[in-house]
């Protein structure tokens, strides 16, 4: 079971491109601090990436605020034009690989998403965009779009698990994005080879699987993501996200098990009506978890422990 320690941080709009949400927690574990990149939006809605670093013995103890976007958005009818949110970090040699999701609008359905690369050459403070373009896009494999990803450097290989909406349902006269989530693989992390092999698959009452996080402990794959049902969840408490748990003994065939999944909303407070995007991290000897609570992020981020 995860030991809730509670929330973390949350932007306060002092900055005035912070207008609400602190989302997608992403950590990257220093040999002195934890620093934590998070998407916020600004007063039109729009995404960009901040970092806070905190204490890695006590993460509420923030040792230091960044003030401003990481990123301008993209260039007008790029795939980021619209929002950018973090999704997962990987040290590369001297460099830090961040993984991000890109957000443009459409007008069949309200948004299309992609993931695209960014590139830190000072430890993570700063970052560039490897291009324009995304690295996994609306293909032949994927042909609606691919959202929140996890990387991970093992066996020489890069490995992803990423978001896959396969297709859009209309509820209450509305489109709703369907999506799973799958595997993909790289030599460097950049140039991805997509199979849309299913890593993980929709239960038949639910309609998102979100924010994939894997570690690897005694040679067995161990996922947390989020799941939600395919309609209302925006509000009702019965159908909004949760956490759920797989285990793979390859990293591509999956086993779901959500009752070992070791954490819930809680009876009040932040996150008591909605949990998701987790983010697990060994930290010391044992593991924390970042997440979400309430109103997808709107509450900011807290974290939980397990020995």
């Not at 923030?62 to 034009?81: A, R, V």
């Not at 909004?240 to 407070?269: F, P, Q, V």
């Amino acid at each position: 079971m995860w030991e809730k320690k509670g929330l973390i941080y949350n932007v306060d709009g002092h900055l005035g491109w912070d207008a609400s949400h602190a989302q997608v927690p992403v950590a990257d574990v220093l040999s002195d601090r934890i620093r934590i990149y998070f998407a916020i939006r600004n007063r039109d809605g729009k995404s960009n990436v901040s970092y806070v670093e905190v204490d890695k013995e006590n993460p509420q103890n923030i040792l230091f605020t960044n003030d401003k976007p990481l990123f301008e958005l993209g260039n007008l009818g790029t795939f980021d034009d619209s929002g950018i949110m973090p999704s997962s970090i990987v040290t590369v040699g001297d460099k830090k690989y961040l993984y991000y999701i890109g957000w443009t609008t459409r007008q069949t359905v309200p948004y299309q998403n992609a993931i695209g690369l960014a590139i830190s050459e000072d430890g993570g403070k700063t970052f560039k965009r490897f291009s324009e373009g995304p690295i996994i896009s609306v293909n032949h494999i994927e042909p609606y779009f691919s959202g929140t990803s996890y990387v991970m450097f093992d066996g020489n290989v890069f490995k992803m698990w990423y978001l896959s909406c396969i297709r859009w349902e209309i509820f209450d006269g509305k489109p709703e994005p369907i999506y799973n989530i799958k595997y993909a693989g790289s030599e460097d992390g950049i140039n991805w080879k997509q199979t849309g092999k299913v890593a993980i698959s929709l239960n038949e009452d639910e309609g998102g699987l979100v924010s994939a996080s894997v570690i690897k402990e005694n040679n067995v794959y161990k996922m947390w993501f989020g799941k939600r049902k395919k309609s209302d969840y925006r509000d009702n408490i019965q159908n909004t996200y949760r956490i759920g748990y797989a285990e793979s003994a390859d990293g591509i065939n999956w086993e779901r098990k959500d009752d070992l999944a070791g954490i819930d909303i809680a009876a009040s407070g932040w996150d008591s009506e909605m949990i998701s995007y987790p983010n697990v991290f060994r930290n010391g000897s044992g593991l924390t978890m970042l997440y979400n609570g309430n109103g997808f992020g709107k509450t900011g981020f807290g974290y939980a422990t397990r020995k």
